[in-house]
């Protein structure tokens, strides 16, 4: 009788499949992977959580994104949550074991997602400007939400200067010196105060989404 794959070898063979088809840009076949993976994940969220294949899972979820695999607002924002989630996850895991190689990928991941996709965690970074408890009036919504709007990209800026802390360079990456080098001159002289406030979002985002995964609430 032949046996029944595990999960685990399922979205690795997906993962890989569909990473080697963007490769040779073959879209179509690579969108199917992508639809699979998004159901396993669906499914079985925290699957790879321990595992270092979990940044590969995030690349796919940018990609997903990246070639529009889904068509409307809500899917592609739920897209962008689930990539955070496992390149935030990814990154963490590296930190703890100590794998430079791992932590310079997972950051780079992270760069890209929110640099890429920073219009789809806004509303979520806004929470980071709401009251903790009582109403939340439309004004307070639309004030939180253009501040978020304003933040997201030092979010971003703050996972570069981890990598700029961590490694002294970008290790000749050119996208992400580009993308330094952008935020670096819309923003100018960058305070301590919005350096650290990106760094608590980023911590903020990470939380509010595993939550909601982790409830199966996939509406962000």
């Known amino acids: 009788m032949e046996r029944t794959q595990d999960p685990i070898t399922i979205l690795n063979e997906l993962v890989a499949a569909a990473l ?6 073959q879209i179509a076949k690579a969108n199917k992977s992508f639809l699979a993976i998004y159901s396993l994940c669906r499914e079985f969220p925290f699957i790879l959580w321990d595992s270092s294949e979990i940044n590969k899972l995030a690349k796919t979820y940018l990609l997903m994104f990246h070639f529009e695999t889904f068509e409307t607002e809500e899917e592609n924002i739920e897209i962008s949550h689930w990539a955070y989630f496992y390149a935030y996850r990814s990154y963490m895991r590296a930190t703890e074991n100590n794998d430079s190689k791992l932590i310079f990928e997972s950051l780079k991941n992270l760069v890209l997602i929110t640099d890429e996709c920073s219009e789809n ?3 979520s970074a806004a929470k980071y400007f709401q009251p903790r408890s009582g109403d939340i009036s439309q004004q307070i919504m ?16 703050s996972f570069i200067l981890d990598i700029e802390d961590r490694f002294n360079s970008f290790q000749d990456d050119e996208l992400l010196e580009e993308v330094c080098n952008k935020i670096e001159m819309d ?3 960058i305070s301590e105060k919005l350096t650290k406030d990106a760094s608590n979002i980023a911590k903020l985002l990470f939380a509010f989404t595993a939550n909601k995964i982790q409830n199966k609430d996939f509406s962000f």
Do not use: C, H, K, W
């Open 20 to 25: 080697d088809y963007t490769q040779q840009r």
């Open 121 to 123: 965690f806004i509303e």
């Open 142 to 157: 639309l004030d939180s939400s253009q501040m978020a709007a304003r933040i997201m990209p030092l979010v971003t800026y």
């Open 187 to 189: 923003y100018g002289n």
